[in-house]
């Protein structure tokens, strides 16, 4: 323990990892400090949903073992993490942010949690969630059988969600990385509001076996880390191939963004109104000073606006109607009530009487989005945008705004307006970066780029992290 | 996919869930379920309607195996 400065903590994945291989400290000593920082200040975040001490010692007293006898298993070993709640974690109970699922135990590892354990990686803990990731449209943060996820920036604004935990433990440096999940927005959102870097990767690219269905048709599972770099080590590590998911790509990735195609040839589109108009008068300067920086990596900037299609309404009656098909017995058991959230119980029940005919509907506006991207994508490598248009809301404060959105369009152009839940219904991979604070609390950019283009994100994110140092901030202790 | 456990495995893995729930209360629910109830049943007519607004073409399947 005595070996084990809290600098760590703070380290990136290849840096933790060469200080095991060069015996600085031993996996066992990393490990019992990194138990005792997660369980100290998680639940002063709201983060923390299960400890895993026991199982994690176990884990790294095989990792040094490994080490000893020089048996490399790449820059995971060693390295500890946290995992969402929705995943399973077999023996453990698997509680999905929710009260009627409180005592839930799985047989069985989520094949992104066993792939890592292959890496050599050290699960510490499960981390908080919005309750069964707000399927049913949450109106308040506490949205969760832990309580609303508390801002590691500031204690009275929110985490984000749905993977609120993850966001909130890679900030506070609890972990040094963390697995979150998305459907629309639940990794993007928590890492803009936490100032650390999420990557939701292409629709199939990671396994979802073992995980919670939310919906099925747009679940994705992802790294949240502090660099962009510490996402794609991670990636590589969990995606893949897999006969357990039905929607599986049957794709590997491998982690090798010098190999991209020469910044110089890439040309990156965004709309002005993104930076100009939406967001906050005072967010507008260091959301404006970000894209001049990506400008700066020499890429031919060109304009590019979404076309006018009914993303809230396509996204909401998706994610509505498979969502309460998913929980259909625990809305017709009657322990739907036990949810935190009564606008998340009365948006799960009224799912239940979405018609056929709107689910076709949204599903066949759904390919009329993919073909649009598909023809953007053509002339344009990556669109950026800012991630939300303003910081992290207050705890108490409902997120009003209801899935689906206003009946009417809001004034201004409609630019990348749109973009997080556009991106998810054609199943694109995005990488939200920190660039910046307002009032002290973090905002991010996102990239979005074609199917299985998550090395070029990559790339782009690193170079922009090279430049600047925002991912590098730490929140007040 | 569920296991059982032996009761002690329960209790300790229970216990130790339990050990990281919530530090702060849960923000006041004003609004009366029914009403809410009410708007949800609305938000699904009104994407509904929104959805009916936008023309299809005919030949546009649903994106059913979905692939990016």
């Not at chain 1, 508390?150 to 929110?158: H, I, K, S, T, V």
């Not at chain 1, 690219?205 to 794609?232: E, F, N, Q, Y």
């Not at chain 1, 400008?295 to 590019?304: E, F, P, Y």
């Not at chain 2, 023309?55 to 994106?63: L, R, S, V």
């Amino acid at each position: 323990m005595a070996n084990v400065d809290h600098e760590v903590f703070w380290l990136g994945i290849r840096e933790l990892n060469a200080k095991l291989k060069s015996r600085e400290f031993s996996a066992v000593e990393l490990t019992r400090a990194a138990c005792d920082r997660l369980e100290k200040l998680g639940p002063r975040y709201n983060a923390l949903a299960l400890p895993l001490r026991e199982a994690a010692l176990r884990k790294a007293r095989g990792v040094d073992e490994d080490l000893r006898r020089e048996r490399f298993r790449g820059p995971l070993q060693g390295v500890p993490y946290g995992a969402k709640d929705l995943l399973s974690v077999a023996g453990h109970p698997t509680t999905w942010g929710a009260r009627p699922y409180a005592g839930q135990v799985f047989d069985i590892d989520a094949t992104v949690v066993s792939k890592l354990d292959k890496a050599g990686a050290i699960l510490v803990g499960k981390l908080a969630m919005v309750e069964l990731a707000g399927g049913g449209g949450y109106r308040f943060p506490a949205a969760s059988l832990t309580g609303p996820g508390l801002n590691p920036w500031n204690r009275g604004f929110w985490s984000g969600g749905s993977s609120s935990g993850s966001g909130s433990a890679v900030a506070a440096g609890l972990v040094t990385y963390a697995l979150g999940s998305e459907t629309s927005g639940s990794i993007l959102t928590p890492s803009a509001f936490c100032g650390v870097t999420g990557l939701r990767p292409t629709y199939g690219l990671v396994s979802r076996h073992g995980a919670m269905a939310l919906a099925w048709t747009m679940d994705k599972i992802g790294p949240m880390c502090r660099s962009a770099d510490d996402c794609g080590l991670v990636l590589q590590a969990i995606a893949g191939k897999d006969g357990n998911d039905p929607g599986s790509a049957g794709k590997s990735f491998y982690y090798a963004p010098q190999f991209v195609r020469k910044f110089a040839e890439l040309r990156i589109g965004f709309a002005p109104a993104d930076f100009d108009e939406r967001p906050a008068e005072a967010a507008r300067p260091i959301l404006r000073q970000a894209l001049a920086v990506i400008r700066s990596l020499g890429m031919k900037t060109v304009d590019a606006e979404l076309p006018d299609l009914p993303y809230g309404p396509v996204t909401g009656t998706i994610i509505s109607a498979e969502g309460s098909a998913v929980f259909a017995a625990l809305i017709e058991s009657g322990k739907v009530d036990q949810l935190a959230d009564q606008r998340q119980i009365a948006g799960l029940k009224a799912g239940l009487e979405i018609s056929a005919r709107d689910y076709l509907n949204a599903m066949r506006i759904r390919r009329l989005v993919q073909q649009a991207f598909a023809g953007m994508l053509v002339d344009i490598d990556v669109l950026i945008a800012p991630t939300r248009t303003g910081t992290a809301s207050r705890i108490q404060d409902p997120l009003d705004g209801s899935r689906g959105g206003p009946a009417g369009t809001p004034p201004g152009a409609r630019g990348l307006r749109d973009l997080i839940q556009a991106g998810n219904l054609a199943g694109l991979p995005a990488l939200s970066l920190p660039c910046g604070f307002l009032d002290g609390l973090p905002l991010g950019i996102s990239l979005v780029g074609r199917p299985f283009s998550e090395n070029t994100l990559l790339a782009i994110g690193k170079e922009f992290q090279n430049r600047t140092d925002w991912h590098r901030r730490r929140p007040p202790a | 996919m569920k296991t059982p456990l032996s009761r002690r495995q329960w209790t300790a893995a229970v216990l130790g869930a339990a050990a990281a729930y919530p530090q702060t209360p849960p923000a006041a629910q004003p609004a009366a379920a029914e009403d809410l109830g009410a708007v949800a049943r609305q938000q699904v007519r009104r994407n509904s309607e929104l959805l009916a607004k936008h023309a299809i073409p005919m030949a546009t399947e649903p994106a059913f195996v979905f692939r990016p």
